[in-house]
């Protein structure tokens, strides 16, 4: 099997204890697959004593927000003593994903963990993406492969826009919506026919900056409307921490001041706006190619662009609280937080359908918000 991922993807390594924000930690349920369970079944020792069942799923159960399993090292006492065989399928596999398309896989490591995070933010600017063989067997789930070779083709355009040097940050967000608007328009989700096209104009950089153009400018008041009405609607979402949700209130509070002082924040910390493409790249190449299966493209787009947005909002505040502190420990952090409350959550969905019916996350207001 062909397999398709970020260069960097094999140097992805759990660092256990070291890591800041241990995901055993997080008080997140934790799947154990049927054969792990049956193992454990099989040996005894307690184990299953800590995992609830209804007979179909099986989940480790949390104690004091962590796994009963982390020893005092904050280590895996299971992998520990039984080896890596012998521990569930999500533990051996977090925070990597991958998805099947016969004799094709593709594979990534998400941002809700913080190695991961530094991997991807420290290929800021050239990430680059390869393939490798494997001997798994092919996939048999039916699959569309004109489709698939089209929306691949337009995600690579889509990869070489986002890390153009041409366009500013700003320009790149608007290019994306405005590529998720005409796949909307075209109906691109049911004609690969669509895809290509959009690949050919969007390949074309004159031609990219010409479309932003066409969007013309927002006065400095429409876009702090914009951001407060976008912020509004992230308040309404689900979280596990306060972090987060403190964070939100913290950019509403001084929207004024982060908006007056974007430029001045990108003078000051120019490696940024590359991270935060860094950050749209990997969620382009994660959930793109669900359009190869029919999902609409435009929500895909308008979340690559929040997830940029919201970023950068928050190292704004967070370089104006304490500008001596802010740095790449800082976006780490931040990155994995969104992920973690966002992505890793119902809010993904939640966010990707007020695309279509909440006024707050309208095109006219996304493009006001990716001016900031």
């Given at each position: 099997?062909?397999?398709?991922?970020?260069?960097?993807f094999?140097?992805?390594?759990c660092?256990?204890?070291?890591?800041?924000?241990?995901?055993?930690?997080?008080?997140?349920?934790?799947?154990?697959?049927?054969?792990?369970?049956?193992?454990y079944?099989?040996?005894?020792?307690?184990?299953?004593?800590?995992?609830?069942?209804?007979?179909?799923?099986?989940?480790?159960?949390?104690?004091?927000?962590?796994?009963p399993?982390?020893?005092?090292?904050?280590?895996?006492?299971?992998?520990?003593?039984?080896?890596?065989?012998?521990?569930?399928?999500?533990?051996?596999?977090?925070?990597?994903?991958?998805?099947?398309?016969?004799?094709n896989?593709?594979?990534?490591t998400?941002?809700?963990?913080?190695?991961?995070?530094?991997?991807?933010?420290?290929h800021?600017?050239?990430?680059?993406?390869?393939?490798?063989?494997?001997?798994?067997?092919?996939?048999?789930?039916?699959?569309?492969?004109?489709?698939?070779?089209?929306?691949?083709?337009?995600?690579?355009?889509?990869?070489?826009?986002?890390?153009?040097?041409?366009?500013?940050?700003?320009?790149?967000?608007?290019?994306?919506?405005?590529?998720?608007?005409?796949?909307?328009?075209?109906?691109?989700?049911?004609?690969?026919?669509?895809?290509?096209?959009?690949?050919?104009?969007?390949?074309?950089?004159?031609?990219v900056?010409?479309?932003?153009g066409?969007?013309?400018?927002?006065?400095?008041?429409?876009?702090t409307?914009?951001?407060?009405?976008?912020?509004?609607?992230?308040?309404?979402?689900?979280?596990?921490?306060?972090?987060?949700?403190?964070?939100?209130?913290?950019?509403?509070?001084?929207?004024?001041?982060?908006?007056?002082?974007?430029?001045?924040?990108?003078?000051?910390?120019?490696?940024?706006?590359?991270?935060?493409?860094?950050?749209?790249?990997?969620?382009?190449?994660?959930?793109?190619?669900?359009?190869?299966?029919?999902?609409?493209?435009?929500?895909?787009?308008?979340?690559?662009?929040?997830?940029?947005?919201?970023?950068?909002?928050?190292?704004?505040?967070?370089?104006?609280?304490?500008?001596?502190?802010?740095?790449?420990?800082?976006?780490?952090?931040?990155?994995?937080?969104?992920?973690?409350?966002?992505?890793?959550?119902?809010?993904?969905?939640?966010?990707?359908?007020?695309?279509?019916?909440?006024?707050?996350?309208?095109?006219?207001?996304?493009?006001?918000?990716?001016?900031?």
């Amino acid at each position: 099997m062909k397999v398709y991922g970020p260069d960097f993807f094999k140097d992805f390594h759990c660092i256990g204890s070291s890591c800041l924000d241990n995901c055993c930690r997080m008080g997140w349920d934790i799947e154990i697959d049927d054969d792990t369970y049956s193992y454990y079944s099989s040996i005894g020792n307690g184990i299953c004593g800590h995992i609830s069942s209804d007979g179909k799923e099986h989940y480790i159960m949390q104690e004091n927000g962590q796994c009963p399993f982390l020893n005092e090292k904050g280590l895996c006492s299971l992998l520990l003593e039984y080896g890596e065989q012998h521990i569930s399928q999500i533990c051996a596999q977090h925070p990597r994903f991958y998805q099947w398309f016969g004799s094709n896989k593709e594979a990534g490591t998400g941002l809700c963990c913080e190695e991961s995070a530094r991997l991807w933010l420290e290929h800021a600017g050239k990430i680059s993406f390869c393939e490798w063989e494997t001997d798994e067997e092919d996939d048999d789930l039916a699959f569309d492969a004109q489709m698939l070779e089209a929306v691949r083709n337009a995600r690579e355009v889509l990869f070489d826009l986002v890390q153009c040097d041409e366009l500013t940050l700003s320009q790149k967000m608007k290019a994306l919506l405005i590529f998720g608007l005409n796949a909307q328009d075209m109906g691109a989700e049911d004609e690969p026919e669509c895809y290509d096209e959009l690949a050919h104009i969007f390949s074309d950089i004159e031609k990219v900056k010409e479309l932003v153009g066409q969007l013309g400018e927002s006065t400095q008041e429409e876009i702090t409307v914009a951001c407060f009405d976008v912020l509004s609607c992230f308040e309404e979402l689900d979280y596990m921490k306060g972090v987060f949700p403190g964070a939100i209130g913290r950019i509403k509070s001084r929207l004024d001041s982060i908006t007056a002082n974007a430029g001045a924040f990108d003078k000051a910390c120019p490696e940024v706006s590359k991270q935060l493409c860094a950050v749209g790249i990997y969620n382009i190449f994660r959930y793109f190619i669900e359009c190869a299966s029919g999902a609409q493209c435009l929500p895909i787009m308008v979340s690559s662009i929040l997830n940029m947005w919201f970023i950068r909002m928050w190292d704004i505040l967070m370089w104006l609280e304490d500008r001596e502190s802010f740095g790449i420990t800082a976006q780490i952090n931040a990155v994995k937080e969104y992920s973690k409350e966002v992505e890793y959550s119902d809010n993904t969905s939640a966010l990707w359908e007020c695309v279509y019916t909440d006024s707050r996350l309208s095109a006219d207001r996304i493009a006001k918000i990716a001016e900031v």
